[in-house]
């Protein structure tokens, strides 16, 4: 199951750890990933979703057809 959202495709992205003595090492910063369901109105269904926290934000105030939609015509398969 890969660690990336459904509606953006952004997945975890690297950079590093450093440490007291400025000793710099590889870390990940993971998406904060929620699998939410959302319902469409005009398809009359409910989809499920793993979405960021950013994304849920989005989602919120243009609303999810909107989302999709822009999703869509960026190339997202959803």
């Known amino acids: 199951m890969a660690r990336k959202d459904d509606i953006t495709g952004e997945g975890p992205v690297t950079g590093n750890s450093v440490s007291d003595s400025n000793q710099k090492t590889n870390r ?3 998406r904060n990933l929620h699998e939410k369901r959302f319902y469409i109105p005009a398809q009359d269904r409910h989809v499920k979703l793993k979405v960021s926290s950013k994304t849920l934000k989005t989602i919120n105030k243009k609303g999810i057809q909107a989302v999709l939609k822009e999703a869509r015509k960026q ?3 959803v």
């Open 75 to 77: 190339g997202y398969d």
């Open 28 to 30: 990940r910063f993971k």
